[in-house]
């Protein structure tokens, strides 16, 4: 199986979420089945949205993808780094559900705090 790479950039605005979705998931779509793009569509969007709110605001958003028998998506932004914790508001409150969802989606994830933060998540492929 060919190992293929993706690496983008985009400015740090909402505006990027769509940008970073679309560009993902076109590029992998003929590789992998609707449900993993499906999934990979929401992670992204999450991860994206998560590094653009609250990312430096003045530096760009890096998103790294690697796939070939697995699929591993990084989301790179460099602001002052943040340590996971869980989420403790209502279920009705707005916001805080995408690295649950992360959790919950992904195969394996991650957070690393070395230049920024870099949230990273694997899909296996089936």
């Known amino acids: ?63 790294n993808a690697h796939w070939n028998a697995e699929v591993r998506i990084e989301v790179v932004d460099h602001g002052h780094g943040f340590q996971p914790t869980p989420r403790f508001g209502r279920s009705d409150e707005p916001g805080g559900f995408g690295l649950y969802l992360v959790g919950r989606l992904a195969d394996q994830w991650g957070v690393e705090t070395t230049d920024g933060t870099t949230v990273w998540f694997v899909l296996q492929r089936h």
């Open 1 to 63: 199986m060919e190992a293929h790479t993706l690496e983008l950039t985009f400015p740090p605005e909402p505006g990027s979420v769509a940008q970073a979705r679309t560009q993902l998931c076109d590029a992998m779509a003929p590789d992998l089945q609707d449900e993993q793009v499906e999934t990979l569509r929401l992670l992204v969007s999450e991860l994206v949205t998560n590094a653009v709110r609250h990312g430096d605001g003045g530096e760009s958003v890096e998103v």
